[in-house]
């Protein structure tokens, strides 16, 4: 079974902290991807690494930045957390580079829950 | 830029009976579909995917989803409900060479016995 694990359930910081975010998967993956989810705004891609320190900007990276020193890990981090920054943070892998029209399953963890007081 | 429309927030239905999800997409390029379940308080996993082919597919937990490209939807089926299924899903979809998804909003079942 694929397993992506995430470090933290939940998390409290307050505004103006440096925060880490840790994503490890056990498949040997390509592709992490570092999503939010939002009620009423479903997943939206914040960014994504195709291979060790590569990284392209999602669809909101304002704010965050990520860094993959090894292949199983996947770190988001928010340089100055702000409370419009409260979340539940997905962090997701996949194999395959999409060459050939081929995509295969993302598999995610089980979230991190992000309270910035 | 694909985007992806789940048209109902919220489904509530009884145990034993039908449930439909909607699901529309637009693009200007051929897409790849995709819908996600996500239990309280886990991750999502993945229920099917049609990626070519057949345009019905089955998936896991007795879910079934129709691809109608006239109609540019991708909706989720399941002919009979049970309490477990209560979640929320979300249906996805990417282009072809892509392995980046874009979302819909999502729509939390909620079973009633």
């Known amino acids: 079974d694929v397993k992506v694990t995430q470090s933290s359930r939940y998390l409290v910081k307050r505004t103006g902290e440096k925060v880490f975010l840790e994503c490890v998967q056990d498949?040997?993956?390509?592709?992490m991807f570092w999503y939010r989810q939002d009620p009423g705004l479903g997943l939206r891609l914040i960014y994504f690494s195709y291979d060790v320190k590569m990284k392209e900007k999602g669809d909101i990276p304002e704010g965050y930045s990520v860094s993959r020193e090894k292949k199983e890990r996947f770190s988001l981090i928010l340089e100055s957390a702000s409370t419009n920054q409260t979340s539940m943070y997905l962090c997701?892998?996949?194999?395959?580079?999409?060459?050939?029209?081929?995509?295969?399953?993302?598999?995610f963890g089980p979230g991190t829950r992000l309270t910035v007081l | 830029a694909q985007s992806v429309t789940q048209l109902d927030s919220q489904v509530p239905v009884f145990e034993e009976a039908p449930v439909e999800l909607r699901c529309n997409y637009s693009s200007s390029v051929s897409v790849y579909l995709f819908w996600y379940v996500q239990y309280p308080n886990q991750g999502l996993q993945l229920l099917l995917k049609y990626l070519s082919g057949s345009t019905l597919v089955k998936g896991i937990n007795g879910f079934e989803a129709e691809f109608n490209k006239s109609q540019t939807s991708f909706h989720l089926r399941k002919p009979s409900v049970h309490i477990s299924d209560t979640a929320e899903y979300f249906c996805?979809?990417?282009?072809?060479?892509?392995?980046?998804?874009?979302f819909g909003a999502g729509t939390t079942v909620t079973v009633r016995a």
């Open positions: 498949m040997d993956h390509e592709n």
């Open positions: 997701a892998s996949s194999t395959g580079t999409g060459v050939g029209g081929e995509i295969d399953t993302q598999y």
């Open positions: 996805a979809v990417s282009k072809f060479n892509d392995y980046k998804l874009s």
